[in-house]
Protein backbone atom coordinates (compact mmCIF):
# COMPACT_ATOMS: atom_id res chain seq x y z
CA UNK A 1 0.00 0.00 0.00
CA UNK A 2 1.53 3.50 -0.94
CA UNK A 3 2.07 5.79 2.02
CA UNK A 4 1.14 9.26 2.23
CA UNK A 5 2.58 11.61 -0.58
CA UNK A 6 3.94 14.77 -0.38
CA UNK A 7 4.62 17.37 -2.94
CA UNK A 8 7.29 19.24 -3.38
CA UNK A 9 10.00 18.11 -0.71
CA UNK A 10 11.91 21.21 -0.78
CA UNK A 11 10.80 24.76 -1.46
CA UNK A 12 12.26 28.22 -1.61
CA UNK A 13 9.97 31.29 -1.77
CA UNK A 14 10.30 34.83 -1.39
CA UNK A 15 8.51 36.81 1.19
CA UNK A 16 4.73 37.71 0.26
CA UNK A 17 4.59 35.64 -2.09
CA UNK A 18 1.76 32.43 -1.71
CA UNK A 19 2.22 28.51 -1.90
CA UNK A 20 0.64 25.66 -2.52
CA UNK A 21 1.44 22.18 -1.02
CA UNK A 22 0.06 19.14 -1.60
CA UNK A 23 -0.88 15.57 -0.34
CA UNK A 24 -2.12 12.36 -1.47
CA UNK A 25 -3.33 10.24 1.52
CA UNK A 26 -3.31 6.48 1.71
CA UNK A 27 -5.87 4.70 0.16
CA UNK A 28 -9.00 4.52 2.02
CA UNK A 29 -8.58 7.31 4.44
CA UNK A 30 -10.87 10.13 4.42
CA UNK A 31 -9.47 11.69 6.83
CA UNK A 32 -6.18 14.86 5.99
CA UNK A 33 -4.51 16.45 8.94
CA UNK A 34 -1.92 19.39 8.22
CA UNK A 35 1.29 20.40 11.04
CA UNK A 36 4.02 22.51 11.08
CA UNK A 37 6.71 21.73 12.72
CA UNK A 38 9.77 24.15 13.73
CA UNK A 39 12.95 23.49 15.95
CA UNK A 40 11.79 23.75 19.28
CA UNK A 41 7.73 23.80 18.71
CA UNK A 42 7.10 20.35 17.79
CA UNK A 43 4.28 19.79 15.72
CA UNK A 44 1.69 22.35 15.61
CA UNK A 45 -1.94 21.65 14.19
CA UNK A 46 -2.74 23.45 11.18
CA UNK A 47 -6.35 21.81 10.21
CA UNK A 48 -8.00 18.52 9.39
CA UNK A 49 -10.43 17.87 6.73
CA UNK A 50 -12.79 15.06 6.64
CA UNK A 51 -15.25 14.39 3.03
CA UNK A 52 -14.26 17.95 1.95
CA UNK A 53 -15.05 19.47 5.35
CA UNK A 54 -12.64 21.29 7.35
CA UNK A 55 -13.40 19.63 10.92
CA UNK A 56 -11.00 20.99 13.02
CA UNK A 57 -8.51 24.32 12.72
CA UNK A 58 -5.27 25.10 14.94
CA UNK A 59 -4.70 28.48 16.00
CA UNK A 60 -3.21 29.94 12.81
CA UNK A 61 -3.81 33.08 10.94
CA UNK A 62 -6.18 33.25 7.82
CA UNK A 63 -3.18 33.43 5.41
CA UNK A 64 -3.45 29.62 6.13
CA UNK A 65 -5.70 27.58 4.37
CA UNK A 66 -6.60 24.23 3.05
CA UNK A 67 -9.23 22.02 1.28
CA UNK A 68 -9.89 18.60 0.66
CA UNK A 69 -11.00 17.08 -3.17
CA UNK A 70 -13.43 13.90 -3.15
CA UNK A 71 -11.03 11.74 -3.72
CA UNK A 72 -9.21 12.98 -0.81
CA UNK A 73 -6.43 14.48 -1.96
CA UNK A 74 -6.02 17.96 0.20
CA UNK A 75 -3.98 21.03 -0.93
CA UNK A 76 -2.83 23.71 1.54
CA UNK A 77 -2.08 27.13 1.01
CA UNK A 78 -0.06 30.12 2.38
CA UNK A 79 -0.45 33.57 0.86
CA UNK A 80 1.52 36.51 1.83
CA UNK A 81 4.51 34.32 3.08
CA UNK A 82 6.65 35.54 6.21
CA UNK A 83 9.76 34.49 7.16
CA UNK A 84 8.81 32.84 9.91
CA UNK A 85 6.69 30.29 7.31
CA UNK A 86 9.51 28.40 7.11
CA UNK A 87 9.39 25.01 8.27
CA UNK A 88 8.43 21.32 8.00
CA UNK A 89 4.68 21.37 6.72
CA UNK A 90 3.59 18.07 7.37
CA UNK A 91 0.34 15.72 5.79
CA UNK A 92 -0.98 13.10 7.69
CA UNK A 93 -4.26 10.67 6.75
CA UNK A 94 -5.94 8.48 8.95
CA UNK A 95 -8.94 6.68 9.09
CA UNK A 96 -12.00 8.04 10.85
CA UNK A 97 -11.57 6.42 14.41
CA UNK A 98 -10.77 7.85 17.69
CA UNK A 99 -7.46 6.97 18.58
CA UNK A 100 -6.68 6.03 14.51
CA UNK A 101 -2.96 6.91 14.01
CA UNK A 102 -2.00 9.29 11.67
CA UNK A 103 -0.10 8.24 9.05
CA UNK A 104 2.51 11.12 7.96
CA UNK A 105 4.46 11.84 4.67
CA UNK A 106 7.79 13.21 4.57
CA UNK A 107 7.12 16.47 4.68
CA UNK A 108 7.57 19.86 2.73
CA UNK A 109 10.61 21.80 3.50
CA UNK A 110 9.41 25.30 3.15
CA UNK A 111 12.41 28.17 3.32
CA UNK A 112 10.83 32.12 3.16
CA UNK A 113 13.53 34.31 2.07
CA UNK B 1 -0.68 26.78 26.14
CA UNK B 2 1.45 23.64 25.58
CA UNK B 3 -0.93 21.03 26.52
CA UNK B 4 1.32 18.28 26.12
CA UNK B 5 5.00 18.71 27.45
CA UNK B 6 8.10 17.03 27.02
CA UNK B 7 10.38 18.21 29.20
CA UNK B 8 13.35 16.29 28.53
CA UNK B 9 14.45 17.56 24.93
CA UNK B 10 17.26 14.68 25.21
CA UNK B 11 18.10 11.62 26.35
CA UNK B 12 21.19 9.31 25.98
CA UNK B 13 21.17 5.74 26.99
CA UNK B 14 23.77 2.99 27.01
CA UNK B 15 22.64 0.01 24.24
CA UNK B 16 20.81 -2.85 25.98
CA UNK B 17 19.64 -0.89 28.56
CA UNK B 18 15.96 0.85 29.41
CA UNK B 19 15.35 4.02 27.88
CA UNK B 20 12.12 5.94 29.83
CA UNK B 21 10.80 8.94 27.47
CA UNK B 22 8.34 10.95 29.55
CA UNK B 23 5.42 12.96 28.56
CA UNK B 24 2.84 15.32 30.90
CA UNK B 25 -0.07 16.64 29.60
CA UNK B 26 -2.66 18.94 31.03
CA UNK B 27 -6.07 18.91 29.10
CA UNK B 28 -8.15 16.24 30.98
CA UNK B 29 -10.37 15.66 28.13
CA UNK B 30 -7.62 13.99 26.13
CA UNK B 31 -8.67 10.12 25.77
CA UNK B 32 -5.97 8.51 23.63
CA UNK B 33 -2.34 9.27 23.49
CA UNK B 34 0.41 7.91 21.13
CA UNK B 35 3.79 7.92 20.51
CA UNK B 36 6.04 8.63 17.42
CA UNK B 37 9.37 8.06 15.93
CA UNK B 38 11.08 10.39 13.91
CA UNK B 39 14.16 9.89 12.18
CA UNK B 40 15.77 13.41 10.08
CA UNK B 41 14.39 14.20 6.66
CA UNK B 42 11.23 11.67 7.63
CA UNK B 43 7.87 12.05 8.68
CA UNK B 44 6.86 10.61 12.21
CA UNK B 45 5.52 7.14 12.20
CA UNK B 46 3.33 5.90 14.84
CA UNK B 47 4.48 3.51 17.26
CA UNK B 48 2.40 2.30 20.11
CA UNK B 49 -1.09 4.34 21.73
CA UNK B 50 -2.52 3.66 24.92
CA UNK B 51 -6.50 4.23 25.63
CA UNK B 52 -7.51 6.55 28.74
CA UNK B 53 -9.07 3.19 30.46
CA UNK B 54 -5.74 1.58 30.42
CA UNK B 55 -2.77 2.29 32.22
CA UNK B 56 -0.36 0.18 30.19
CA UNK B 57 0.34 -1.23 27.02
CA UNK B 58 3.04 -3.08 25.39
CA UNK B 59 4.39 -4.21 22.11
CA UNK B 60 7.56 -5.84 21.94
CA UNK B 61 10.62 -3.37 23.41
CA UNK B 62 7.73 -0.82 23.48
CA UNK B 63 5.63 -0.22 26.29
CA UNK B 64 3.67 3.06 27.31
CA UNK B 65 2.57 3.20 30.52
CA UNK B 66 -0.44 5.96 31.30
CA UNK B 67 -1.14 7.05 35.22
CA UNK B 68 -4.17 9.55 34.42
CA UNK B 69 -4.55 11.14 38.12
CA UNK B 70 -1.14 12.58 37.71
CA UNK B 71 -1.68 13.53 33.61
CA UNK B 72 1.91 11.58 32.91
CA UNK B 73 3.13 8.79 30.15
CA UNK B 74 5.93 7.21 30.03
CA UNK B 75 7.78 5.02 27.35
CA UNK B 76 9.97 2.36 28.66
CA UNK B 77 12.28 1.07 25.34
CA UNK B 78 13.52 -2.22 26.26
CA UNK B 79 16.49 -3.06 24.86
CA UNK B 80 17.07 -0.16 24.08
CA UNK B 81 18.82 -0.27 20.18
CA UNK B 82 21.17 1.74 18.18
CA UNK B 83 18.61 2.15 15.72
CA UNK B 84 16.14 3.45 18.26
CA UNK B 85 17.85 6.37 17.86
CA UNK B 86 15.21 8.92 17.24
CA UNK B 87 13.01 12.35 18.13
CA UNK B 88 10.50 10.96 20.56
CA UNK B 89 7.03 12.83 20.19
CA UNK B 90 4.15 11.93 22.80
CA UNK B 91 0.59 13.08 21.20
CA UNK B 92 -2.70 13.37 22.86
CA UNK B 93 -6.41 13.38 21.38
CA UNK B 94 -9.29 14.02 22.74
CA UNK B 95 -11.55 14.00 19.40
CA UNK B 96 -11.46 12.83 15.56
CA UNK B 97 -8.22 13.65 14.67
CA UNK B 98 -7.23 16.79 16.47
CA UNK B 99 -4.08 15.71 18.05
CA UNK B 100 -1.81 17.40 20.29
CA UNK B 101 2.33 17.10 20.13
CA UNK B 102 4.45 17.53 21.97
CA UNK B 103 7.69 19.25 21.38
CA UNK B 104 10.28 16.21 21.14
CA UNK B 105 12.61 14.23 22.86
CA UNK B 106 15.76 13.29 21.17
CA UNK B 107 16.76 10.03 22.33
CA UNK B 108 20.32 8.85 21.63
CA UNK B 109 21.11 5.43 22.35
CA UNK B 110 25.18 4.70 22.16
CA UNK B 111 26.73 1.36 21.20
Known amino acids: KAGVTQTPRYLIKTRGQQVTLSCSPI?????VSWYQQTPGQGLQFLFE???????NKGNFPGRFSGRQFSNSRSEMNVSTLELGDSALYLC????????????FGNGTRLTVT | DQQVKQNSPSLSVQEGRISILNCDYT??????FLWYKKYPAEGPTFLISISSIKDKNEDGRFTVFLNKSAKHLSLHIVPSQPGDSAVYFCAATGGYQKVTFGTGTKLQVIP
Open chain 1, 49 to 55: YFSETQR
Open chain 2, 27 to 32: NSMFDY
Open chain 1, 27 to 31: SGHRS
Open chain 1, 92 to 103: ASSLNNIGSPLH
